[in-house]
């Protein structure tokens, strides 16, 4: 029986803006190299694991969507066919949200990219694959949602493919920029570290210097007190008697 959509959550909708700070986080990890690689139609074992990361993220929050959505408010349950009208929900917001969001992390137009469909579909698919699986292991829904995806590598692949179809449509002399900047933005980073490592083993062997030469004033001392209670008691041992 289908409970009240009046006692049913409604959370933020699902739209580009809310699926653009998990893109931009993990897109912003490819190197300027792999955006090369990417340019060229080449990924790596890198850049999918990337993506992978990516599509993860986004497929557990569009599931827990998807289940607050269906979750009566009353009794905090949830059923199929309310579960069924949430999927349905989300596929009428979705539409090219992520696709869409992959372009506009480059600023192109989402228009007639061919890998598009197809990546919408499955993620999708694992989606309302995820969320079912919960009506029979209610109990385990952490488990369920955060749970990994069989087929990860083709949706990684697939987004691959998007972002080098849009990779194709920027302006050469702007990718050339990017690249240069995305380059220098590592280099720059890659001395702060050197900087840094640097400094704490300077601090390192300041201390072990410091340590060192107290370590060094204190023996001298001892072996200076050392050296004339010695002296003391050999010339009080041979002093002559009178």
């Not at 920029?177 to 083993?201: G, V, W, Y």
């Not at 340590?211 to 041979?238: A, F, M, Y």
């Amino acid at each position: 029986m289908n409970q009240s959509r009046s006692n049913m959550n409604s959370p933020t909708a699902i739209t580009r803006k809310s699926l653009f700070p998990i893109v931009t986080k993990h897109i912003d990890r490819v190197s300027a190299a792999q955006w090369c690689k990417l340019t060229a139609g080449i990924w790596d074992s890198d850049i999918q694991k990337i993506l992978a990361d990516m599509l993860m993220e986004v497929i557990q929050k569009l599931s827990r969507y998807v289940f607050k959505t269906s979750m009566c408010k009353e009794t905090g349950t949830v059923c199929e066919d309310d579960i069924n009208a949430a999927l349905e929900n989300l596929r009428a917001q979705l539409g090219d949200s992520l696709p869409g969001t992959l372009a506009d992390a480059l600023h192109v137009s989402p228009n007639n990219c061919k890998s598009a469909e197809p990546l919408k579909r499955m993620v999708q698919d694992e989606v309302s694959r995820k969320v079912k699986s919960v009506l029979s292991n209610p109990s385990k829904v952490a488990n369920i949602i955060n749970a990994s995806l069989s087929n990860i590598k083709s949706l990684a692949h697939l987004a691959a493919m998007c972002l080098r179809d849009y990779l194709a449509r920027v302006n050469p002399k702007c990718l050339r920029l990017f690249f240069t900047l995305k380059a220098s933005e590592e280099q720059l980073e890659l001395i702060k570290c050197q900087l840094n490592e640097d400094e704490t083993e300077s601090e390192v062997d300041f201390i072990d210097i410091t340590e060192t030469t107290e370590t060094n004033e204190i023996t001298e001392t001892t072996e200076t007190n050392e050296t004339n209670e010695i002296t003391e008691v050999t010339e009080i041992l041979i002093k002559p008697v009178r």
